[in-house]
């Protein structure tokens, strides 16, 4: 079940909700670096704190204390954060649980239902409290009690390394993942806006009911007698709302040939403003042959070689009246945009082999959409009492198309906030610590005729290298990652060179925001201040 669940190419499979392995992999290794870089910035922060607490620790360690019972007291209290936050996750998800948030994430997110994820989640926190607590709490008892804080590992060299490394890290993750939502966001857009080939705005449809069916007439007459009524067709399949469709394997010219079929109405092709290229249109009589008539898309006539006026016929031993070739049109989207365009055609069958699934209602232009839906509802259930009103638009059908992908991009999205958020969040701490400890500095520079926007410059230009560095790393993870996601697609956009500027530009402007702001204050001090609290 698990094999038939994940595989996505297989014919004739009616379930929608395919599950995608390595999509499963990429969206779990994004959250394990979400939890990842706030572990970061959990010992950013530790490691900030070393000057203030350094004083307390020594204290305990000339009073008896051991490095081990220090170093395990540290961890605990890690490892109490990392659970106090967990247990706030939980209260989060469930109150989200009953939202919108909640419609992305198939399986559902009901606490009572994922108790072993749940576990799985708490040790997890467990484990992301020691391994981020480890490293501060080896380095806060490593020095000697007789330690006097005359400077601080804070600003030494290695210390200053560690924190731009570990920062780094954190920004090499919000620009691929920014980069990332940004083309998801773009390629979701072109599915959803892109002409599919017919007219998509101003059609209904309502997926019949047996005694509907075997009203048609009743219930075309009815629905076109409706003054927001422009035309109405049937069609045994919903165009543009799948990847699998019948396939009829037919003979023309002595030769096998394969194509999607589409049955419909006579005059479904004008409904749908889907213009006949060469040939004809479908006519009403068209109904009364024996076999029925096809029009064949571009792809179809240029793979087969058909020509109008011809006849496709059974193959080997498959006996089938012969049909017409009328017409052809041009490739429209028929199925999604991860399948390419393959041969087919619309058919309209003898009209006692039709049998229409879907009707299709053009409305008129400028109609109230809720008034003609509860119009249409109406007409519906005087011709069948009991059906359940059910009526579709195609944004709504693309929508449900294209769900995973809209899925994926809304995750991505939120992943691509909270990592920038926590990026941020980790560059206030480390600015607001260096220039705590550099107020001595500022005073100086200050009394030598340094301006405040001088001083900003200073602190900005070391995080804007930090950024280009950081920037020109991800580039090639994005745009891999970006590259596996778009082979699923066969029709999609260039990889823009402009979306990688866009996303530097963004990281760049909230981190020259974060660092301004937080340097502002000590940058406008009295120097005579800062220089006598040193």
């Given at each position: 079940m698990t094999d038939i669940y994940y595989e996505e190419d297989?014919?004739?499979?009616?379930?929608?909700?395919?599950?995608?392995?390595?999509?499963?992999?990429?969206?779990?290794?994004?959250?394990?670096?979400?939890?990842?870089?706030?572990?970061?910035?959990?010992?950013?922060?530790?490691?900030?704190?070393?000057?203030?607490?350094?004083?307390?620790?020594?204290?305990?360690?000339?009073?008896?204390?051991?490095?081990?019972?220090?170093?395990?007291a540290m961890l605990v209290e890690a490892v109490v954060i990392c659970l106090f936050s967990f247990?706030?996750?939980l209260f989060i998800v469930r109150g989200i649980s009953h939202t919108w948030l909640a419609d992305i994430i198939s399986p559902g997110i009901s606490l009572k239902e994922n108790v072993p994820l749940l576990l799985l989640t708490g040790l997890l926190a467990v484990l992301t409290g020691v391994l981020a607590g480890?490293?501060?709490?080896?380095?806060?008892?490593?020095?000697?009690?007789?330690?006097?804080?005359?400077?601080?590992?804070?600003?030494?060299?290695?210390?200053?390394?560690?924190?731009?490394?570990?920062?780094?890290?954190?920004?090499?993750?919000?620009?691929?993942?920014?980069?990332?939502?940004?083309?998801?966001?773009?390629?979701?857009?072109?599915?959803?806006n892109s002409s599919l080939g017919f007219d998509k705005e101003h059609i209904a449809i309502v997926k019949l009911s047996i005694p509907l069916m075997e009203h048609k007439g009743t219930l075309q007459s009815e629905l076109e007698h409706e003054a927001f009524v422009q035309d109405v067709t049937f069609a045994e399949s919903l165009l543009s709302a799948g990847d699998n469709y019948p396939q009829y394997s037919r003979g023309y010219r002595d030769e096998?040939?394969?194509?999607?079929?589409?049955?419909?109405?006579?005059?479904?092709?004008?409904?749908?403003?889907?213009?006949?290229?060469?040939?004809?249109?479908?006519q009403a009589e068209d109904e009364k042959s024996a076999g029925g008539v096809y029009i064949f898309n571009e792809t179809a006539r240029l793979q087969?070689?058909?020509?109008?006026?011809?006849?496709?016929?059974?193959?080997?031993?498959?006996?089938?009246?012969?049909?017409?070739?009328?017409?052809?049109?041009?490739?429209?989207?028929?199925?999604?945009?991860?399948?390419?365009?393959?041969?087919?055609?619309?058919?309209?069958?003898?009209?006692?082999?039709?049998?229409?699934?879907?009707?299709?209602?053009?409305?008129?232009?400028?109609?109230?959409?809720?008034?003609?839906?509860?119009?249409?509802?109406?007409?519906?259930?005087?011709?069948?009492?009991?059906?359940?009103?059910?009526?579709?638009?195609?944004?709504?059908?693309?929508?449900?198309?294209?769900?995973?992908?809209l899925s994926i991009g809304w995750l991505i999205s939120l992943f691509s906030l909270i990592a920038v958020f926590?990026?941020?969040?980790?560059?206030?701490?480390?600015?607001?610590?260096?220039?705590?400890?550099?107020?001595?500095?500022?005073?100086?520079?200050?009394?030598?005729?340094?301006?405040?926007?001088?001083?900003?410059?200073?602190?900005?230009?070391?995080?804007?290298?930090?950024?280009?560095?950081?920037f020109l790393l991800a580039m090639p993870f994005a745009y891999y990652g970006v590259s596996k996601w778009m082979a699923y697609f066969v029709y999609k956009i260039p990889l823009y060179w402009w979306v990688y500027l866009v996303a530097f530009v963004v990281v760049s402007t909230i981190t020259f925001l974060a660092v301004t702001f937080q340097n502002w204050k000590v940058a406008n001090e009295n120097p005579v201040n800062s220089i006598k609290t040193e």
């Open positions: 297989a014919q004739f499979d009616s379930q929608k909700d395919k599950g995608n392995k390595m999509l499963v992999v990429v969206l779990f290794t994004i959250a394990i670096l979400i939890v990842f870089i706030a572990g970061i910035n959990f010992t950013n922060f530790s490691n900030a704190l070393v000057p203030m607490r350094i004083r307390s620790v020594n204290t305990q360690k000339v009073l008896g204390e051991s490095d081990g019972m220090l170093r395990g247990a706030i996750s480890m490293y501060p709490a080896w380095n806060i008892t490593s020095y000697s009690p007789a330690l006097v804080l005359k400077g601080s590992f804070g600003l030494s060299p290695s210390g200053k390394k560690l924190r731009s490394l570990l920062v780094s890290f954190q920004f090499v993750i919000s620009f691929a993942l920014i980069i990332a939502s940004l083309f998801i966001y773009l390629q979701n857009h072109y599915m959803l096998g040939i394969g194509f999607k079929i589409f049955p419909v109405s006579p005059e479904f092709l004008r409904i749908m403003d889907i213009p006949v290229i060469s040939g004809r249109d479908f087969y070689d058909l020509v109008a006026g011809e006849y496709i016929t059974g193959f080997e031993s498959f006996e089938v009246e012969p049909a017409l070739i009328v017409g052809f049109i041009d490739d429209i989207k028929y199925a999604s945009f991860r399948t390419a365009v393959e041969p087919m055609a619309f058919y309209v069958p003898p009209v006692s082999r039709l049998s229409p699934k879907y009707a299709y209602i053009k409305m008129k232009a400028g109609t109230d959409i809720g008034m003609a839906v509860k119009s249409i509802g109406k007409v519906l259930t005087s011709v069948d009492r009991d059906f359940p009103v059910e009526i579709s638009f195609y944004d709504t059908i693309l929508d449900n198309l294209y769900k995973r992908e926590i990026s941020i969040v980790g560059v206030l701490g480390l600015v607001l610590f260096e220039s705590e400890y550099k107020r001595k500095e500022i005073g100086i520079r200050k009394v030598h005729g340094a301006t405040v926007k001088q001083i900003l410059l200073m602190f900005n230009k070391a995080y804007m290298r930090i950024l280009a560095v950081c």
